[in-house]
């Protein structure tokens, strides 16, 4: 039998649970205490085997009979057409979120915003570079604070499978840096790897310095430079590290503009340096026979 709105005021609650129909699968659900609840029962479509799944509509009188049934005949039409109106309501609760959350791809980014500011263009690109590879890929559009304490430590637990430790530990410490600006800046409550520490997740392993060269040994270095037969530009290039003692990526991003051949001097600005600070070079007269050298191959 069909309710009514008459009727449907008149059930109180009776201590135990009580459940009236209305068709097409409609259900008013009364709890002991007198509560009046909406339910759409159904079969879930596109199932091997039958499954039923109880969808709720919201409470009586907010939803009213007619609402209620104007749902239900909405709700019907969907699983005609092969679409699970739960799972379509997750859907769309989920897209409202996303559109309505700060992402943990924008809190990066403000994050670097300050973060490059403190230290040299260089370091900040990598940092960024590396951030975007191996955290923000997977998780950069989720909503900030949707992210937890497992979400984060598997992402770099995944970097640790790959044997790539060094980054591994890079990218927890600037996953930390970044969500404890989320902290601060009040999008979520509580930093998830505050208490999560490098040791609980990357193994430790052994350190394997560059060999140095003894000083009995660098004449014999000097020779095996002069005999290499390879790229000339390369050859020029180490031959000139001999000599200026700066670190590889200095070199190899040095710009012609940053020399000055009438003062002998390279001066390295300071977004190229690791501690942000420009840094003067002396070039002896073998240097700069050696980058003469070097620019005639490079204009």
């Not at 449907?8 to 201590?15: F, H, L, P, R, V």
């Not at 490059?116 to 923000?136: F, G, H, M, P, Y």
């Not at 990357?202 to 560059?210: A, D």
């Not at 070199?251 to 977004?271: G, M, V």
Request: net charge positive.
């Amino acid at each position: 039998m069909k309710l009514t709105d008459t009727a449907i005021k008149a059930i109180k609650g009776n201590g135990n649970k009580q459940s009236y129909t209305d068709g097409g699968g409609l259900t008013l659900i009364v709890t002991a205490k007198g509560s009046k609840l909406w339910r759409l029962r159904y079969d879930r479509p596109n199932q091997a085997k039958r499954k039923q799944n109880d969808l709720p509509l919201g409470k009586y009188p907010a939803i009213s009979l007619k609402a209620a049934r104007e749902l239900r005949d909405d709700f019907k039409k969907q699983i005609a057409n092969g679409i699970d109106p739960a799972i379509k309501r997750k859907q769309e609760k989920l897209k409202k979120v996303l559109s309505n959350s700060t992402t943990v791809g924008l809190v990066a980014l403000q994050w670097h915003d300050l973060y490059k500011s403190k230290v040299s263009k260089e370091q900040a690109d990598k940092t960024l570079q590396r951030l975007n590879k191996n955290i923000l890929s997977s998780i950069g559009n989720l909503p900030v604070e949707s992210i937890t304490t497992e979400i984060l430590t598997k992402l770099i637990e995944k970097i640790v499978k790959r044997g790539a430790l060094d980054i591994a530990t890079r990218a927890l410490s600037t996953c930390k840096e970044v969500f404890r600006f989320a902290t601060v800046r009040g999008y979520i409550s509580a930093n998830p790897l505050l208490n999560v520490k490098s040791k609980d997740i990357i193994p430790s392993r052994t350190v394997v310095n560059q060999k140095r060269v003894d000083v009995a040994d660098f004449p014999k270095l000097l020779n095996d430079i002069n005999g290499y037969n390879g790229n000339q530009l390369h050859k020029l290039a180490l031959k000139l590290m001999v000599l200026v003692f700066v670190r590889h990526d200095e070199l190899r991003y040095a710009e012609w503009s940053e020399f000055d051949f009438n003062k002998n001097e390279w001066l390295i600005p300071a977004s190229k340096m690791k501690m942000n600070a420009p840094h003067k070079v002396p070039l002896s007269a073998q240097a700069i026979t050696i980058l003469e050298e070097i620019k005639k191959y490079t204009g």
